[in-house]
Structures are given as structure tokens and as C-alpha cells.
């Protein structure tokens, strides 16, 4: 008979909470993956660092806000389809994770940036 395993939540301490968040921004600001991939890299490094009860700190919110907003802006030579343009769905999920990341200060001035460039 198979016997049901339940994974063991370690909390990671902070180097190894550190070297993901590393990962994260080396995810972000590759530029041989495409944003939405690099998002998607991101995004599972969060959800990695969440599922070992790690604080969400900043570092993991500049790698998701230059993931998925600065990479359109620092490149508007490269052609990008409308699907493929920020949704507002997405953005809206971001702005709330950095204002519990960051602060509502930060998240405002994202939002600011965000829609000027709109």
C-alpha cells in the first residue's frame, strides 16, 4: 500500500531566502526569455518562497515590476502585440503585491509610472 507523504513547510532562513531572491531578479532581467516567461519565473520563485513561509520583501517585488512593466518601457523599439500588452488584470494583482511588499507609497508611484506610459 502507498502511504500518503505530507511535505514538511520548512521556513527557509534568510541566505537561502536571499539566493532565491537573486534567482527572481536574474529571471527578470534576462534578456533572452520573453517577458511573459520571465514573469512566469518569477512568479514560481515567489510562490516557492511563499510556500516556505519566507516574508515577501522587495527584492521579489522590483524582479515582478521589472518582469512585467520595465521591460516594455526600457525597449519600445521592439514591436509588441496589444494581446501581449499589460493587462489590467495583472496589473492590478502587481500593484497590490507591491503595496504589501513595499508599501502603498512605492505601489502608488508604480501606478503613476505605469499609467503615463499607458
Not at 17 to 36: K, S
Not at 55 to 77: E, G, K, L, Y
Not at 92 to 108: H, Q
Request: charged share 30%.
Amino acid at each position: 500500500r502507498w502511504k500518503r507523504v505530507t511535505m514538511v513547510r520548512r521556513i527557509m532562513g534568510r541566505p537561502e531566502t536571499e539566493f532565491w531572491e537573486r534567482i527572481a531578479l536574474a529571471f527578470a532581467h534576462a534578456e533572452c526569455r520573453e517577458p511573459r516567461v520571465a514573469f512566469a519565473n518569477v512568479h514560481q520563485v515567489y510562490r516557492h518562497l511563499a510556500f516556505r513561509r519566507s516574508p515577501i520583501r522587495p527584492a521579489i517585488s522590483r524582479a515582478m515590476v521589472h518582469a512585467v512593466i520595465a521591460r516594455d518601457i526600457n525597449n519600445p523599439a521592439k514591436p509588441t502585440n496589444m494581446k501581449a500588452k499589460l493587462k489590467q488584470q495583472r496589473l492590478a494583482w502587481l500593484i497590490k503585491f507591491v503595496r504589501r511588499a513595499e508599501g502603498p507609497k512605492i505601489a502608488e508611484e508604480v501606478w503613476n509610472v505605469t499609467v503615463a506610459w499607458r
